[in-house]
């Protein structure tokens, strides 16, 4: 009697951490996703990198997404032409290495 308590307190223990987990990830996958853009123009010179966010796979919306020397991600609408310039300079800055 005493290993089935063990048992069913292990199973227990162990649906809440696999509930725990799931929940995680699923908050993460939408922290991940862009959902406004973002008002300001970043000078090229701040941004490290980024990456192309598209609306017909996880998320609701077009993006552009910065990443700076700062280790922020900023979401931009990849319309604008400080965008397009941006990624333009940023790319060509990665045909160079």
């Not at 990849?78 to 300079?89: C, E, G, L, S, T």
């Amino acid at each position: 009697m005493m290993c089935s308590t063990k048992s069913l307190l292990l199973a227990a223990l162990m649906s809440v951490l696999l509930l725990h987990l799931c929940s995680k990830s699923e908050a993460a996958s939408t922290f991940d996703c862009c959902l406004q853009y973002t008002e300001r123009i970043l000078h090229p010179r701040f941004i490290v990198g980024f990456t192309q966010q598209l609306a017909n796979e996880a998320c609701d919306i077009n993006a552009i997404i910065f990443h700076t020397r700062k280790r922020l991600a900023v979401c931009a609408d990849p319309k604008k032409n400080w965008v397009k310039q941006a990624v333009r300079i940023l790319s060509q800055r990665v045909k160079k290495m």
